[in-house]
């Protein structure tokens, strides 16, 4: 053993860093080396299999389009989710926060008693507001009251779904106006509304996560929060605003759960935030912060769903579908920290103190 | 020997600072001044009230009394970015860089430049300008960086110090705070970032540097600022400085013939 030791730290804590071999892995590759490479792969793979095995109905224009609304809603939750990985913190409220804001919604829109899109929209307010607000309680505690953001939301996640039920007495809300169904169940060109909308915020978000300041401050706070408070970037502030992010989201995925199901559907959501963070997770989000895309967080939140319908097509049990992404997960974050362990041997010496 | 060096030579200047941290009194009445081309190294041993009056210059603590002058005029600061506006920046010993972003995006950070028009005023931001001007200002200190790079996790301690630096350089208006800046790096490592060091005097601006290594203070100071029991206890010039009496200064064991000035002239 001792030998063992003695002869690997001359090795590895040289400061030569050894051009050639590192030079040789980035030239030949850069695909490979790509944050998004194992996950990306592991989607590929899935989609190919499934077409293999049955390619007219797996393709066909009704499951691509099933496939994608039923992604939908988890990714607004995901891209949420991603934000706060992103800050070094985690939100398990949103899926709770999701069946408050509906209930509310459902509420108030039943009290207004319109059922046209001015009720509809009035709802969409209303569930906005709410997962704002829960999300702005989260935010406060994490940032202001220095709690650890596992245990507030893990708070926040039965106050709100318990608040959900007070308010409807344990009963499922149905009074969901018209409008609002039709836009649940409405094309544009044959592309759901609903998916146009997650679209949309995963366009946004990503723009504005890539592109701007925010998002910049975003990475700094998770990947060195005092380095950011030094800078002077208002760091509990801009922790908070995530968090809002974050629980509005949920509070926009709430409301197009109503228009897609009908139903405020309370009893359903309690893996939802386990769902999205996954999905983050396998986008190659990291949860010690400073690293995550929206991009990557589209295509994780692919994977469980092309499962899903892939092993129905196949004949096979869905519960499959928990099994093989547990199983997608752990490869893809494994995968990339012995890729991030190699890669930065190769290039400082390995020597750095982390 | 004797500069008679007017106020507005003097880049920063700290009078009679008073700090306690409840019963224990770091630094009591310490005197500091730095100036404009030069570097100042500022030495002591552990508990000497070195970190404190790091703390005071860099604005980051209020001191309980005293006084700080910059370029002649009273100042007192009571966060880091209050330092910032009169142009003093710190480079801290931990290395207040975000590991996962690049060295341009580390180098701007908390002030990014952004795109003009609309795009701008959604904080859009205008990375083409920010890595062009970022290569010149690594150029200019001599560091090499490629800015494409993207993380400062993958670069070497020498590269990673020198980023932090030039970050502060490239900010400060009049001051510019080291603590520590070779600490944790090998030699090589240490003459480059000292070079830059150097440079960034040649350049104008005032240099503090706080150091426990003495090779370090005699091969790249101009002045030297001895900190002992919370109080300045000597000051040298270069010319004058010699590792014994840096030594015998900084413990309060006897000088040689050559004594330095005594402080608080």
Redesign the interface.
């Known amino acids: 053993m001792a030998s063992v030791n003695t002869q690997r730290t001359p090795s590895t804590t040289g400061?030569g860093?050894d051009p050639a071999p590192a030079s040789t892995r980035r030239g030949t590759s850069v695909v490979t080396q790509h944050p998004l490479f194992v996950v990306t792969t592991a989607l590929v793979a899935l989609l190919l299999i499934f077409t293999l095995i049955n390619g007219p109905t797996f393709l066909s224009a009704q499951n691509v389009r099933n496939m994608a609304l039923a992604g939908s809603i988890i990714l607004v939750l995901a891209i949420g989710v991603t934000y706060v990985i992103i800050t070094a913190g985690f939100d398990l409220s949103v899926g709770s926060n999701l069946v408050l804001s509906g209930v509310v919604s459902v509420v108030v829109m039943r009290a207004v008693g319109g059922q046209g899109w001015g009720a509809a929209l009035l709802g969409l307010a209303v569930a906005v507001l709410v997962g704002g607000i829960v999300g702005a309680i989260n935010g406060a505690l994490v940032a202001y009251a220095d709690l650890n953001p596992i245990i507030v939301t893990l708070g926040t996640l039965g106050a709100a779904l318990g608040l959900a039920q007070v308010v409807t007495g344990g009963q499922d809300l149905n009074d969901v106006p018209p409008a609002m169904m039709d836009f649940g169940v409405g094309r544009l060109a044959g592309v759901p509304w609903v998916v146009i909308a997650a679209g949309v915020v995963a366009l946004i978000a990503g723009i504005?996560l890539h592109?701007?300041?925010?998002g910049?401050?975003t990475?700094?706070i998770?990947?060195?929060k005092?380095?950011?408070v030094?800078?002077?970037?208002r760091v509990r502030a801009h922790l908070t605003g995530i968090y809002v992010i974050s629980g509005v989201l949920a509070g926009l995925a709430g409301w197009l759960s109503l228009a897609v199901y009908g139903t405020t559907n309370i009893g359903g959501h309690s893996l939802d935030a386990l769902n999205a963070a996954t999905a983050a997770l396998l986008g190659g989000a990291s949860l010690f912060?400073?690293?995550g895309s929206i991009a990557g967080t589209v295509i994780g939140n692919a994977i469980p769903v092309v499962l899903a319908s892939g092993l129905v097509i196949a004949g096979l049990q869905t519960f499959w579908q928990q099994v093989v992404t547990g199983v997608v997960l752990i490869a893809a974050v494994y995968l990339d920290r012995v890729r991030r362990l190699r890669?930065?041997r190769g290039?400082?010496?390995g020597s750095?103190p982390e | 020997m004797t500069p008679t060096a007017t106020e507005t030579d003097i880049a920063l200047r700290a009078h009679d600072i008073r700090v306690s941290y409840g019963q224990v009194q770091a630094l009591r009445g310490a005197d500091f001044e730095c100036r404009a081309g030069e570097v100042t190294a500022l030495i002591g041993d552990n508990g000497a009230g070195k970190s404190t009056l790091v703390k005071v210059l860099s604005g980051s603590m209020a001191p309980d009394s005293g006084e700080l002058f910059v370029a002649g005029r009273p100042f007192r600061a009571t966060t880091p970015t209050d330092a910032q506006t009169v142009g003093i920046e710190t480079v801290y010993q931990d290395l207040a860089l975000a590991p996962d972003l690049g060295p341009v995006q580390n180098l701007y950070l908390g002030r990014e430049l952004r795109k003009r028009g609309l795009l701008g005023l959604l904080g859009f931001l205008d990375n083409k300008t920010m890595t062009a001007s970022a290569a010149q200002d690594f150029e200019r200190l001599g560091l090499r960086v490629d800015t494409k790079r993207g993380s400062v996790r993958e670069m070497s301690g020498g590269q990673r110090q020198g980023v932090a630096v030039a970050k502060a350089v490239s900010w400060a208006k009049s001051v510019v705070i080291l603590d520590e800046p070779t600490a944790a790096l090998g030699v090589v490592q240490t003459k480059g970032v000292l070079d830059m060091v150097r440079r960034v005097a040649d350049n104008g601006l005032a240099v503090v540097l706080i150091t426990h290594n003495m090779s370090d203070v005699l091969s790249v100071s101009d002045r030297i600022e001895v900190l002992r029991l919370g109080q300045r206890v000597a000051r040298f010039t270069r010319a004058e400085a010699t590792l014994e009496n840096l030594v015998a200064a900084m413990t309060g064991g006897t000088a040689d013939a050559s004594a330095p000035r005594p402080a608080g002239d």
């Open positions: 400061r860093p504005a592109y701007t300041a925010f910049r401050h990475f700094a998770g990947s060195n005092e380095a950011a030094r800078a002077g970037i912060g400073g690293i890669r930065g290039r400082r010496g750095t």
